[in-house]
């Protein structure tokens, strides 16, 4: 059963329930992320996000997790290009204990200056930690890459200069035109009735000001580069970027059965071509990222820094094969089933139906269907998948980046 409301001051509830379990996961999803920042705010909602869990004003950091540990429950939060979520998970019989946790995470946080000051060090701490994880340097590059410095290129952390500047006026700022009762939704499932969700609900949020924040646009002009990291490490790695599909477009389930057959799976072309049969990476994969705006399908491997341009020659292969239309009636079956499961294995995860409903609402102000969803994956066709790879693999707004050894760009 799934429940949907919406308070007087505009905060979107949604709840999935889901009989016959012992625990209930609970979001807060706000519309905004990396992509709308501009480059002083670059890291800006991030950084939010850590803040968040520093005190309130009845709880200091380490109560906070404190009184979590103490009814069993798990606290945290993410950060991405276009949504932040703070969550929770608790048994049933101690949701209502940690949802006034969560919402007063959410609504009383104080931001103390030494508070501020010692994250600062944790989030660089990250950023270093980032820079010397050459898979994740590899395809943050590679966003810049294709994307540019702004919008969908930024790398969520944002720069060092900034996070040492940030202020707690520019918390509050930016938390004031974003983080507004229209750009939140509140979604909860599990083992918990529609009647103590709401009652909850109600109860923390039915208080927020009514208000709408500042529509920010986003201004995507694909850059198509090549960049090169030089770094003194025993592989090189690999990122190809190329421009996909949007997030609601027609062929977006039949490119989702593109890139299982491309890269999604041990038994996808990349992984037996490249891994396999030629022994080239322990690590290759592809996989899509679709967003309001734009889409982009990335190809990743990681491989010895002597064989780096070899790789990349069998990655290109297995691009031109699948652009010849060279899929079979049973790659193309077991892409979709794959796509399918991965939609019923969700329906058994709490925190799964938890993002699942909540970013569908912030997203598309939808409530998601699964009979419409599966509906959707067995009408896709092979002449749509052919339709699909057609559009997905344009040279002309390709992009690439490496990171290691190499000299060369591709």
């Not at 070899?310 to 990655?315: D, G, K, N, P």
């Amino acid at each position: 059963m799934v429940h949907y409301k919406q308070l007087d001051n505009g905060i979107r509830l949604i709840v999935k329930h889901m009989s016959g379990l012992m625990s209930v996961s609970m979001g807060i999803i706000v519309g905004t992320g990396a992509c709308v920042e501009s480059d002083e705010e670059d890291g800006i909602s991030h950084f939010i996000e850590h803040m968040m869990f520093k005190g309130t004003e009845k709880r200091s950091a380490f109560r906070i997790s404190d009184e979590m540990d103490a009814i069993g429950a798990q606290v945290n939060a993410f950060t991405g290009k276009d949504m932040t979520c703070y969550y929770a998970k608790s048994t049933s019989g101690h949701a209502e204990e940690a949802f006034e946790i969560l919402s007063d995470i959410f609504l009383h946080s104080t931001f103390p200056a030494d508070e501020i000051k010692r994250e600062k060090g944790v989030v660089l701490e990250e950023i270093s930690m980032n820079e010397d994880t050459p898979d994740d340097l590899c395809l943050d590059i590679l966003g810049k890459a294709f994307f540019g410095e702004t919008n969908y290129g930024r790398n969520i952390l944002g720069p060092k200069k900034n996070v040492r500047s940030f202020k707690k006026s520019d918390i509050l700022a930016y938390m004031s035109e974003r983080y507004t009762p229209d750009n939140i939704v509140i979604s909860m499932a599990g083992n918990i009735t529609v009647d103590i969700a709401q009652e909850m609900v109600e109860k923390y949020f039915c208080d927020m000001p009514v208000g709408s924040g500042k529509k920010r646009t986003v201004d995507v002009r694909l850059q198509s580069k090549s960049l090169v990291k030089t770094k003194d490490i025993e592989q090189v790695h690999i990122g190809m970027a190329y421009p996909s599909m949007k997030r609601y477009e027609r062929l977006a389930d039949a490119t989702l059965i593109v890139n299982s057959v491309l890269g999604g799976s041990m038994s996808s072309r990349l992984f037996q071509e490249v891994r396999e049969k030629l022994g080239l990476a322990y690590t290759v994969y592809s996989y899509l990222t679709s967003y309001k705006d734009t889409g982009s399908l990335v190809i990743y491997a990681g491989v010895n820094a002597e064989n780096y341009l070899q790789s990349v020659e069998a990655i290109d292969k297995c691009i031109a094969r699948l652009k010849s239309k060279d899929i079979t009636e049973d790659e193309f079956r077991r892409g979709k089933e794959q796509l399918l499961s991965s939609q019923i294995f969700a329906q058994e995860s709490t925190s799964s139906q938890m993002l699942l409903y909540g970013k569908e609402l912030i997203y598309s102000g939808n409530i998601y269907n699964f009979e419409d969803r599966v509906k959707k994956i067995n009408d896709v066709t092979l002449s749509d998948v052919f339709e699909a790879i057609e559009y997905n693999f344009d040279e002309k707004y390709k992009a690439t980046s490496l990171v290691g050894k190499a000299d060369k760009h591709l």
